[in-house]
């Protein structure tokens, strides 16, 4: 999804809400939401998942009930607050989408304690207290267009990658654990049908933004570049900086995983590199010339921290020069040019100790 000029203040939100995080969750008391009735909440979760989940993995059959309804009725409270506080603030038609909508989703859905630990850890008492945009990017982060059974997203062996609504992906391994950018969280149960979906139920909040200590986004992080990169799935822009490194020993992985200069890598997606590969019929990074490779990953890469606000112009556009030698160029919304494509900024301002990470939804190709 594109990213506009409010998008990209907000994402500063991101890194300064979330470098709160301690690094354990405890317990904390709060006054019920006056946004749902209680007598809608008849089953508990564990009631209602004994008697609609479908635990094997196979695709089950459209249920009768939609996704909103299921949620009400299975006392995902916290989830429906904040469909409905974004649909207050922000018009975004979640409630309407997912109780009335017949596009088919694929909702993995945080229970009750998880934005719990969530609101303790951030030192808050309810969603409400946190910015509407950034509530409304996190819910998008938990949708997936169609239906995706269990068998269509927990991987037999590799890990899997999931595109979401937001454009951000997260990664499912064998054991049904997510890793997202920002956090990590287990599927404790699956293939919940709805009649416009399918539900499966998580154990905490999916981040699409890495945590960081009590610094500014724009300040150096703890973690590398390589290190980000590692942790948050991005399997085949590291599988192309080793490539490179094995074939003609540029030193990439060490530049980004060691060294002290600071860069700003504009990081393309795992959908971003499967399209690319469908799109020249190739199966891997491995199948392409390593010195052509070597040249589209320097053309991801700007030397110096280089902030969402010294990339995305106010107006007119704005030349980016990149370690190639060869410039893109960025527009109001984030959209990028590049000579032989374009791409959209979908996550900025990811900190590093190293440098500043953009997430960005295309390859960006140096050739016609």
Do not use: W
């Amino acid at each position: 999804m594109k990213t506009n000029n409010l998008k990209l203040k907000k994402l500063g939100m991101y890194v300064l809400l979330f470098a709160a995080l301690p690094l354990a969750f405890v317990s904390c008391e709060r006054e019920d939401s006056d946004n749902i009735d209680s007598n809608s909440s008849e089953l508990n979760i564990v009631e209602t998942l004994e008697t609609i989940s479908n635990t094997s993995n196979r695709a089950p059959s459209p249920g009768t009930s939609p996704i909103a309804g299921i949620a009400v009725n299975a006392g995902f409270n916290e989830l429906v607050n904040a469909l409905v506080y974004v649909d207050q603030e922000l018009n975004a038609g979640l409630v309407n989408l997912f109780s009335t909508g017949t596009n088919q989703y694929t909702v993995f859905a945080p229970t009750d304690d998880a934005f719990e630990a969530l609101y303790t850890a951030l030192g808050v008492n309810g969603i409400n207290e946190l910015p509407a945009e950034l509530v409304l990017d996190v819910l998008k982060y938990h949708v997936v267009g169609g239906r995706r059974a269990a068998n269509s997203v927990v991987p037999p062996v590799k890990s899997r990658t999931i595109t979401t609504l937001l454009g951000a992906t997260f990664s499912v391994n064998k054991d049904a654990v997510i890793t997202a950018i920002g956090s990590t969280s287990s599927i404790t149960a699956a293939n919940i049908s709805a009649s416009n979906g399918i539900i499966h139920v998580i154990d905490q909040v999916l981040l699409p933004i890495v945590p960081d200590s009590d610094k500014p986004a724009n300040a150096p992080g703890t973690n590398s570049i390589a290190t980000i990169a590692v942790n948050a799935n991005f399997t085949e822009l590291v599988a192309a900086l080793s490539y490179v490194d094995q074939e003609l020993n540029a030193g990439l992985v060490n530049l980004f995983a060691n060294g002290t200069n600071q860069y700003t890598v504009f990081a393309p997606t795992n959908q971003a590199f499967e399209n690319l590969y469908s799109a020249l019929n190739i199966e891997e990074i491995s199948d392409l010339p390593a010195t052509l490779v070597l040249d589209v990953l320097k053309y991801h890469v700007v030397e110096g921290r280089r902030a969402s606000n010294s990339v995305v112009p106010k107006v007119n556009t704005r030349s980016i020069n990149t370690l190639l030698g060869v410039p893109f160029t960025v527009n109001s919304q984030g959209g990028i040019t590049a000579i032989g494509n374009s791409a959209s900024i979908t996550t900025a301002n990811i900190s590093a100790s190293n440098g500043i990470i953009h997430v960005i939804d295309a390859v960006l190709l140096p050739i016609q």
